[in-house]
């Protein structure tokens, strides 16, 4: 069975710093990979996503993710964080195929300080 | 993206008493759908597994005669607490997926259960 390990619970910024969130997951196979965030009483946001083919990833609202396979992992980024980015982020890996279950990491509580 | 609607968004219950949670795909036929729970500041624990007119699959520890779950068309499901009791308070998350696109799941927006 898939696992997904999230390195940091909480994390304290300053608006315009620099944002690194780890996840690593193990998996022998093929994956999917996500990143989710949840704003305080709000529903589970996907951030962006890998399939396949080019390893860094775009997703919304400036932030990015890049898979390296050799690390079996998928850290999300963003150049300069914003008061608005304060949420709950989490990782989550599926083994590719149909009907495969999505497993989350524990998350990473974000909060950026004016 | 495509919209998963969870109902209530809220609800509290005595104890002993059944309470049932809807979760819709509005725009997308979800052939598998899925119900979490999550603790506060807790990570989405899944409960089970659910494919459009099959039984549901559950995850171990979780009581399937505790936890009811239907899924008879392909954009509705719902999960059924039964007899539930205070320790059953949580927040409750469904998501759907459209498996034979390979898409992401999406999510509802939970409901807060309160048991008293």
């Known amino acids: 069975a898939q696992s997904v390990s999230q390195h940091n619970h909480h994390v304290i910024l300053s608006e315009a710093a620099s944002l690194e969130l780890g996840c690593n997951y193990s998996?022998?196979?093929?994956?999917?990979l996500f990143w989710y965030v949840q704003y305080p009483g709000q529903h589970l946001q996907l951030l962006l996503k890998?399939?396949?083919?080019?390893?860094l990833v775009k997703g919304i609202k400036g932030f990015e993710a890049e898979f390296i396979k050799s690390k079996f992992s998928f850290n999300l980024r963003k150049p300069s964080v914003q008061w608005s980015d304060t949420a709950e982020y989490f990782c989550a890996v599926r083994p590719s195929g149909t009907a495969s279950k999505l497993t989350f990491g524990t998350g990473t509580r974000l909060q950026v300080t004016l | 993206g495509a919209v998963v609607s969870q109902h209530p968004s809220r609800v509290i219950c005595k104890s002993g008493t059944s309470v049932k949670i809807e979760c819709r795909s509005l725009d997308f036929q979800a052939t598998t759908m899925f119900w979490y729970r999550q603790f506060p500041k807790q990570s989405l624990m899944l409960m089970a597994t659910s494919n459009e007119g099959s039984k549901a699959t559950y995850e171990q520890g979780v009581e399937k005669d505790k936890f009811l779950i239907n899924h008879a068309s392909l954009t509705l499901s719902t999960l059924t607490v039964t007899s539930a009791h205070p320790e059953d308070s949580s927040f409750y998350i469904c998501?759907?997926?459209?498996?034979?696109?390979?898409?992401?799941?999406?999510f509802g927006q939970g409901t807060r259960l309160t048991v008293v």
């Open positions: 890998y399939f396949s083919g080019d390893p």
């Open positions: 998501s759907a997926r459209e498996v034979l696109l390979n898409t992401e799941a999406f």
């Open positions: 998996y022998g196979g093929t994956v999917n």
